[in-house]
């Protein structure tokens, strides 16, 4: 289960549903064996519109075992992750005031929990791959289609994967984002996120802007 304090907690689906699509790669997970989970990272997209609270579709080598696992499971986890961060004590003003202040790390995370269902005619793996082509080639400047590959080479291709689908009955996010901190040291932070050479910081800082604006 996600930790979720209530600073913290997000559950608005207009939020969340961004995030699962922003993220690019996701962490798919079920019971395993011998006590320990099985874990296959892979892209996954979002048809908001199928099921209560939407379906994630992807795929996996034929030659994963998790699938065959995941059938057994019945049930399996995807974890998305957005903007993160280390936040230094120097970007507090408070640590001017008294030191008592000390490091942490923002985050953002979405746990979705569902049913599992798995994919293997040719007719309906070819269309979630088209599906997942182009979710991932949108921002390409001529975007490839699967179309544009021979369709025996396709099919070929086809036959070394096994789609899986899982409809969300549990969908909850976790931004920590300074919501804890008072006015001053979280627009201190997002200042010197925002000053920062790394882009991964600096997107965190432009999405703790948006989240203290209540975005």
Do not use: C
């Amino acid at each position: 289960m996600l930790y979720q304090p209530a600073a913290f907690k997000e559950a608005r689906p207009e939020i969340l549903h961004p995030l699962i699509r922003s993220a690019r790669l996701a962490a798919l997970i079920s019971n395993g064996p011998e006590g320990l989970p099985d874990i296959t990272h892979l892209p996954l997209v979002l048809e908001a519109s199928q099921g209560p609270q939407g379906t994630l579709y992807g795929h996996v080598a034929r030659a994963n075992p998790h699938w065959k696992r995941l059938a057994e499971a019945g049930r399996a986890v995807a974890v998305f992750t957005g903007a993160e961060a280390y936040v230094s004590p120097n970007f507090y003003p408070s640590k001017a005031e008294h030191h008592r202040v000390v490091p942490t790390w923002n985050y953002e995370a979405v746990h979705a929990a569902g049913t599992i269902e798995l994919i293997e005619a040719p007719e309906e793996l070819l269309n979630l791959v088209t599906r997942l082509t182009e979710q991932s080639e949108r921002f390409q400047s001529r975007p490839w289609q699967v179309r544009e590959a021979p369709v025996d080479f396709i099919y070929g291709q086809l036959r070394g994967i096994v789609g899986v689908a899982l409809r969300i009955e549990s969908l909850v996010g976790k931004r920590k984002l300074s919501q804890n901190r008072g006015p001053a040291d979280r627009d201190g932070a997002i200042a010197g996120l925002a000053e920062s050479a790394d882009p991964r910081d600096q997107a965190a800082a432009a999405t703790m802007a948006r989240a203290a604006k209540g975005e």
